[in-house]
């Protein structure tokens, strides 16, 4: 069994995803010279959620971009890479030192927040509030079994689908669902789903965000620094995986979870 993640790892974690971020951000801008550094810092990576900027939890609803204490951070890491345009580790280097203050001060707030997992009421799974299309609701995916991983056990991801197609059909009457994640460009996870969820697939998005649609990939099942994943990205520069988004009728998705577990 994997050993839950300590205090400790988890600082090593913000530190790690982190350095990375500045990294990726140096690049990005980089390859995309009409696109401000402010820009790009507050929504091609998360960083300000890391730091100890972020009054809230760990994805609050709102942000206020002009507090004090993220203006500090922000303004400080744009005079770093206007000195180091040409400088990719060494804006990631000096980067990386300015936040560190920031981001110890929020660490084991971070560490103890479990407001990401609270809305997930089937198991890894949970139903968006709001209908992505007439009769289509969005649903997003999560880990609460860390350090262990929703893959390890071949019938949870599928008891999990027929929680939410449940709960899809019957609390919100809707009649398709849908996901845009990294995880639809995954073999092990367009495995789980019926030949129409993969011929659904749209093409994949090279529109880089911040949030875990992307970046989840950098996360092991422990909720540490995803080494390879990393590694991929740093001598590729792209991720592994780009998010996809796919649909399928609940009553079909149903039918198919409902077989793969009888065959369990």
């Not at 262990?148 to 071949?154: A, T, V």
């Not at 077989?259 to 369990?264: F, G, I, N």
Request: aromatic share 10%.
């Amino acid at each position: 069994m994997r050993p839950a993640k300590t205090l400790e790892d988890h600082r090593d974690y913000l530190h790690r995803i982190v350095a990375l971020k500045l990294w990726f951000l140096h690049g990005w801008l980089a390859d995309h010279p009409n696109e401000s550094f402010v820009h790009a810092l507050r929504e091609r990576v998360d960083i300000y959620r890391k730091t100890e900027a972020n009054p809230g939890p760990m994805v609050p609803e709102t942000i206020d971009w002009e507090s004090q204490a993220w203006r500090s951070l922000e303004d400080g890491l744009q005079e770093l890479y206007g000195k180091a345009v040409d400088d990719r580790e060494g804006f990631e280097r000096r980067g990386l030192a300015l936040l560190t203050p920031s981001l110890d001060a929020r660490c084991e707030r971070d560490f103890t927040d479990s407001t990401v997992l609270a809305p997930y009421d089937c198991g890894c799974l949970r139903l968006d509030r709001q209908e992505a299309a007439p009769g289509v609701r969005g649903f997003h995916i999560a880990n609460p079994l860390s350090p262990g991983s929703i893959f390890d056990d071949p019938r949870y991801l599928p008891a999990c689908f027929l929680v939410l197609l449940e709960q899809a059909k019957l609390r919100f009457g809707v009649t398709e669902v849908t996901t845009k994640t990294w995880l639809n460009d995954s073999p092990r996870w367009l495995a789980l789903f019926p030949q129409t969820w993969r011929d659904s697939l749209s093409g994949p998005s090279g529109e880089i965000a911040w949030h875990f649609g992307f970046w989840g990939q950098l996360l092991t099942s422990r909720g540490t620094f995803h080494t390879a994943a990393a590694a991929h990205l740093r001598q590729t520069g792209g991720f592994a995986f780009l998010p996809r988004s796919a649909r399928a009728s609940v009553e079909e998705l149903r039918q198919h979870f409902a077989q793969t577990l009888a065959r369990l």
